[in-house]
């Protein structure tokens, strides 16, 4: 068990430009989660699968965001049209049906720039 | 409007001492609370969680604390040891079946040789 992988860590984009990330979650957890972070605040919550589903969606997630899990393993996290306000660590966590309440296991996070 | 609050954000501690850290929340609703641990360059990892329903629960060194009335829990852990150094997240979660982590802003905890 390699642990949640993300992909890139690190993306520097101009304004304007789509960028896309993706996680690996842990192999059999059926529950994928992501967040963002922001400097000097904990993780937000931004949306939720469980399978191939998308649960929940936070108003944090405007339009130009879209996440998909499409055969209920790895997920990506699409941001259109980049504003400076997107810079963030975003974070990807899964957990399995079975594990303790609130027991997510979180990647290391891919860092956006947006300049 | 922030759900849960973390108001310190740094405590610095001697080695063997004993580390508290504090996190207040709002919504009443919340009845499941976790501590996560932050080290650079790598995403939270749980470490501790209670039930609305106890007010204490204990693992090793780390004790969480909490007071319903008060809205308010707290992380001990004894004896500090400089591995502990990392940033502390106390989170919070809704009604059962409840997925969305709701998070503090954190509290850097630094341990002192």
């Known amino acids: 068990d390699t642990g949640v992988s993300q992909d890139p860590r690190h993306k520097i984009t101009k304004r304007g430009q789509n960028v896309t990330f993706r996680c690996d979650p842990i192999s059999e957890h059926n529950r994928l989660y992501w967040y963002r972070q922001t400097l000097g605040q904990g993780p937000e919550f931004l949306t939720y699968?469980?399978?191939?589903?998308?649960?929940?969606k936070s108003r944090l997630l405007s339009d130009r965001f879209s996440a998909e899990r499409p055969k209920g393993s790895f997920s990506t996290l699409e941001i259109q049209r980049t504003e400076q306000g997107d810079s963030a660590m975003y974070l990807c966590a899964s957990s399995a049906g079975l594990a303790g309440r609130g027991e997510q296991y979180f990647g290391p996070g891919t860092r956006l720039t947006v300049t | 409007d922030q759900q849960v609050k973390q108001n310190s954000p740094s405590l610095s501690v001697q080695e063997g001492r004993i580390s508290i850290l504090n996190c207040d929340y709002t919504?009443?609703?919340?009845?499941?609370f976790l501590w996560y641990k932050k080290y650079p360059a790598e995403g939270p990892t749980f470490l501790i969680s209670?039930?609305?329903?106890?007010d204490k629960n204990e693992d090793g060194r780390f004790t969480v604390f909490l007071n319903k009335s008060a809205k308010h829990l707290s992380l001990h852990i004894v004896p500090s040891q400089p591995g502990d150094s990392a940033v502390y997240f106390c989170a919070a979660l809704g009604e059962e079946g409840a997925q969305k982590l709701v998070f503090g802003q954190g509290t850097r905890l630094t341990i002192n040789p």
């Open positions: 699968f469980q399978n191939e589903a998308q649960l929940e």
């Open positions: 209670i039930s609305s329903i106890k």
């Open positions: 919504n009443s609703m919340f009845d499941y």
